[in-house]
């Protein structure tokens, strides 16, 4: 515990010590003067009690201008969160209105918006390829101007999502290693979190399990929103009429792989329900919590007390 003003600390105190030789001279002088007179005193209680409780409040009003503070540990979510969007061609589908991809965006949108900015929040847009459109930053209006620019195009490879996502968040590039090669070196960052809004359908790239894997030995959480329906829609590309429905198995597996979870999202409300869902790191940090208000509160409750008694003993305040 600490104050600001260590002065009117040091007043408070000299003042309550004070208060408190006045207090026992003026009880020795009173109990000579009664014994003097040959008289009993009785009811000491009632006579100091309500004295006892101004001369305490004003001590703590003192100890409040000197302005205690006390280190707390005080929860919060922190840490960087990648937003990685599918924007192949199948999030074009209308099963979830207007579309996919609009009704992920309107979601990520809110959810960016209500984030502190303890939160770094970065997005990658992915189809068969993968591009880094907002590094992870808590300047969050500039988040939401890169998530409205996403406009669908191409495949789909959730491997390259995930890699690139880990790319922006251990700030150096990150691939699959060779077949007999170890994994690569990545520092551990478990206080991040990949975000994947994808309807799953792989359509090629790397290995997207054994992306989430190295995921998870970075201590990356995976959490994966499948965006659309099991019945799935026709899309039109290239004048090619195209079933797209969603894949929850793979999605599921890459949650599991990295010790996050799948959500299902078959329409903007459940979109919004997946991301309130999400699980964020919390972290408790060590901050400075100003007691002034507390320390007055307990004043003016001795001050309430101290006159409460006086009028109920006595039938005044004075």
Known sequence: MSVAHPVMLAVAVLVGLACA????????????????????????????L????????????????????ATLGVPRTSGTVILAFDVSNSMA?????????????????????????????GVVAFSQGALNTHT??????????AIKRL????????????????????GQPVSLPEPSAPPPDLPYRGDATIVLLTDGEDTGGPDALLAADLAAIAGVHIQTVGVGTVEGRTVDIDGYQV????????????AAATGGAYHRAQDE???????????????????????TGPV??????????????TIHWFGRII
């Open 21 to 48: 030789a006045g207090l026992r001279w003026l009880h020795r002088e009173r109990a000579q003067a009664y014994r003097a007179a040959g008289v009993r005193a009785t009811g000491n209680l009632r006579r100091y």
């Open 50 to 69: 309500p004295t006892v409780l101004f001369l305490a409040a004003v001590v703590f009003l003192l100890l409040a201008v000197a302005r205690p503070q």
């Open 93 to 121: 589908a209308d099963d979830i209105a207007p579309n996919r991809l609009a009704a992920a965006q309107a979601a990520a949108i809110s959810f960016v918006e209500a984030q502190p900015d303890s939160v770094d929040v």
């Open 136 to 145: 992870p930053g808590n300047l969050h209006t500039e988040t939401v101007d």
């Open 151 to 170: 406009r669908v195009t191409g495949g789909t490879s959730l491997g390259q999502a995930i890699l690139a996502s880990l790319t922006a968040i251990v």
């Open 243 to 254: 079933s797209t429905a969603l894949n929850e198995d793979l999605l599921t597996q890459i």
């Open 269 to 291: 409300g459940a979109l919004d329900a997946a991301y309130r869902d999400l699980d964020l790191r919390t972290t408790i940090d060590d901050q400075p919590v100003e007691l």
């Open 296 to 309: 007055v509160a307990f004043a003016l409750l001795l001050l309430m007390a101290g006159a409460l008694l």
